[in-house]
Structures are given as structure tokens and as C-alpha cells.
């Protein structure tokens, strides 16, 4: 493990359609307590723009300091991940207890080296064998999560499975989902992805990405003051200086 202040280790996992087929098949996937049944469900919301993945970030991420990443606070990243999510295979799910929203999912190809992980999986020869045209085929749960509140009762084991399915039942016939996580996220992320087979296919070291909260309350309060425009580039967010 890296050290947080210094940088993070980002750990790349993927899981094949026909490896999600395997799941339901050998029982992988746990089955819904009746009680639960009818409480717990995935729901399809409309297309996310960037406010939507700021919200998930803040809600979901700040125990792990998601909100200070520079990629959510630097104009040019942020137009870019704004393009990726205005594209059509882009989707938001949201995650409910009953009536109550407890967590969700932004689904967007922003990873741009898919392919290039994918190949260097098969040539490692990783557990699972993906051949690098599959990042053409293949869909990337960007990001992902339980509001804190919600968290420890199990559920995400129930909600992963099921917008797994309705992402592998998409029109864009996907043969791969992908995703990623670091080290600084919750210590028993990768035991709890591993958990339905999806693999890890790669691993990195990166250097520290975040900005203080210092300087992220001083770019939120600079964003909020009275007569500040956007420059038309990137959606209005408080978190742009």
C-alpha cells in the first residue's frame, strides 16, 4: 500500500458476461432476503450530467476525500468528464431502500487506457483473458456506492448483482463491465468486488492527486460569489475555481 499523502495504488477489475452467466448459474449471486424483496431495487434515472456525479461524490465519497480530487477540480478534467458523460451510453442508476434514495451509480467510458489494460491483462494471462478489442465492448461503472448512513447492512451485495444484469442486458450488448478503485477507498473494496469474480486486472502506483480542503473550500466559495459566471465550458459547479 502507498502511503495516502504521497499517492494511492488504483486497482483495475472487470467481469465478463459470460462470467456474470457463471454467477447466476453456480448461485454466486446471494438471494434476496423475502423481506428485502421488494424494498431494495436499482432504478434506471435520466441521463447524468456533471452536477449528478458531484452529488454522488460528495455523498458518497467524502469519508474518502473523493471531493479533493483534482480531477473533479480542474476545469479541464471536468470538461472532459462532462463530454464522456453527454455521450449515450452513459447512465445513472440510483439505489433505494423503499422510499428512500441510499446510494447509486454513474455508468461512462472516461477511462481512456482501457484498452491498453485490457491487453496487458492478457499478456500477463490474468484470471480472466481479455483480448484488448473487448474495450470496444465494454461498459465502465465509473462510479459507484451507498450513501455513509447506509452503509454495513449488506446491501450492496444485492445491488451490485442487479445493475450488473442491467448492464449486461443494455441494447450496447456490452461483453465486459470494468470499473476501478484505490487503496484510500473502504479496506474491503477489493474483497468485496472478488467476491462476484469480478478479477483484478491491473495495478498502479499513482502520485497523491488531491487538492487540500483548504483550497477546495476556497474554490467553492470563489464559484459562489455574487455576478460569477461559468465561462460556458464546463457546467456551473462549486468545486471549479
Not at 5 to 29: E, P, S, W
Not at 72 to 99: D, M
Not at 119 to 134: F, Q, W
Amino acid at each position: 500500500m502507498v502511503d495516502g499523502k504521497t499517492g494511492f495504488v488504483r486497482y483495475d477489475l472487470a467481469i465478463t458476461k459470460k462470467m456474470h452467466q457463471a454467477n447466476i448459474l453456480n448461485c454466486t449471486y446471494p438471494v434476496l432476503d423475502p423481506d428485502l424483496d421488494p424494498i431494495l431495487r436499482v432504478e434506471p434515472e435520466s441521463a447524468p450530467n456533471f452536477k449528478d456525479l458531484q452529488d454522488l461524490v460528495e455523498r458518497v465519497g467524502r469519508p474518502y476525500k473523493w471531493h479533493l480530487r483534482q480531477e473533479y477540480n480542474e476545469r479541464a478534467s471536468v470538461r472532459e468528464i462532462t463530454k464522456e458523460l453527454k455521450q449515450p451510453t452513459s447512465k445513472r442508476f440510483s439505489f433505494w431502500s423503499g422510499k428512500k434514495e441510499v446510494g447509486g451509480a454513474i455508468i461512462a467510458n472516461i477511462e481512456p487506457d482501457v484498452g491498453r489494460i485490457f491487453a496487458k491483462a492478457h499478456d500477463e494471462k490474468r484470471p480472466i483473458d481479455l483480448d484488448p478489442s473487448m474495450a470496444d465492448r465494454s461498459i465502465e461503472i465509473y462510479k459507484i456506492g451507498l450513501f455513509p448512513e447506509y452503509t454495513k447492512r449488506g446491501w450492496g451485495r444485492y445491488f451490485l448483482p442487479d445493475l450488473l444484469g442491467k448492464l449486461f442486458d443494455d441494447a450496447s450488448k456490452p461483453e465486459v463491465v470494468y470499473l476501478n478503485t484505490r487503496d484510500s477507498n473502504h479496506s474491503g473494496v477489493i474483497k468485496f468486488y472478488t467476491g462476484f469474480n469480478m478479477n483484478v486486472i491491473h495495478a498502479r502506483s499513482f502520485p497523491n492527486d488531491l487538492i487540500s480542503e483548504e483550497e477546495y473550500q476556497t474554490r467553492k466559495s470563489g464559484m459562489m460569489r455574487p455576478g460569477r459566471k461559468n465561462d460556458g465550458g464546463a457546467p456551473f459547479v462549486p468545486a471549479l475555481a
